[in-house]
């Protein structure tokens, strides 16, 4: 049986006809009630592609999404964070959560400095059993905003509408990057056994790599390894050491290259190529601008 393709919900209208909702106030971004959703039971919308950008809070919810292969529960005061052209699967279970949902269209905030701002919050990338878990004074927060934002929008269209929902929606992005920030810190010793388990990986991979050309590790090798998100995992490992993961990769390349221009008899040429590069100027540069040496100059201080 062919597998039925995700329903594409491209407008802020076509969203809220999925939810039973009402039409919403404004075309381009609205704010709703999860209470009020009445999920419609036609097939077709048990996934969807979002052409929006959605921003949710919910709070004891009995109820299930799916990213990619596994599902997370949501049974506490915890937002998520989804950017256009993700695949969405609702699978709901007769209960209503509790919450508040922000949806909007890239074409609302294209044209502010918003639109830049938005593309270096990381956490739109990140998957769902990464979500964040709101303390009960920053959930207050959170909603205070969505609420105030929803009233905002209630009002209707005039010449200072657009620039207050800007506001909040950028208010809404800076508290929610601080209170990753705060996971990340508060999460410390969960982390720092990622940290190590990390680390562990990092050497191993480096100690298979003697003789034989074996391609420099990307991030997404060590996500994968540990079910972490590429940009969860760099967001955690600055939390902890002030590096992203390239930047773990690339000392421990470093680390290991000193070990080989100082122990063996191998050409700087011959370590470049173990290591992926695939000219040696490209590895020269990169060992330069970590050591202020050349690997040639670095080898000569042991001879």
């Known amino acids: 049986m062919k597998k039925e393709s995700p329903y594409h919900v491209k407008t802020v209208s076509a969203q809220h006809r999925i939810l039973s909702l009402p039409k919403p106030r404004h075309p381009l971004v609205s704010v709703f009630n999860f209470e009020d959703i009445l999920y419609d039971t036609d097939e077709r919308y048990r996934s969807v592609v979002l052409d929006l950008y959605c921003i949710s809070i919910k709070k004891d919810v ?21 950017a256009p052209q993700q695949v969405i699967s609702n699978i709901p279970e007769g209960h209503r959560p509790g919450g508040w949902c922000l949806v909007f269209h890239p074409d ?39 609420q105030m934002l929803g009233a ?60 034989t050309h074996i391609p420099l590790p990307s991030v997404q090798y ?19 050491t002030g590096k992203s993961t390239q930047q773990h990769i690339q000392d421990k390349l470093i680390e290991r290259s000193k070990e080989l221009l100082t122990t063996t008899n191998l050409s700087v040429a ?21 050591t202020q040496y050349t690997p040639l100059a670095y080898r000569k201080l042991f001879n």
Request: hydrophobic share 40%; net charge negative; aromatic share 16%.
């Open 270 to 290: 011959e370590i470049a190529y173990i290591f992926g590069f695939e000219y040696p100027q490209s590895f020269n540069k990169l060992f330069k601008n970590k």
């Open 108 to 146: 609302f905030i294209r044209r502010h400095a918003l639109y830049g701002k938005i593309k270096n919050c990381e956490f739109f990338s990140y998957a769902v059993n990464e979500a964040l878990h709101l303390s009960e004074k920053e959930e207050e927060m959170i909603v205070a905003i969505m």
């Open 152 to 211: 905002e929008i209630e009002k209707g269209i005039d010449s200072y509408s657009e620039g207050v929902i800007l506001s909040y929606i950028d208010l809404l992005l800076s508290y929610s990057d601080r209170f990753y920030n705060r996971q990340f810190l508060t999460r410390k010793t969960l982390n720092s056994d990622l940290l190590t388990k990390f680390d562990e990986l990092l050497s191993a991979y480096f100690v298979e790599q003697t003789s």
């Open 222 to 240: 060590f996500s994968d390894k540990l079910h972490l998100s590429p940009n969860y995992l760099s967001n955690m490992l600055r939390s902890l």
């Open 62 to 82: 009995d109820h299930k999404v799916r990213y990619g292969q596994s599902h997370y529960d949501f049974d506490e005061g915890v937002m998520s964070f989804i």
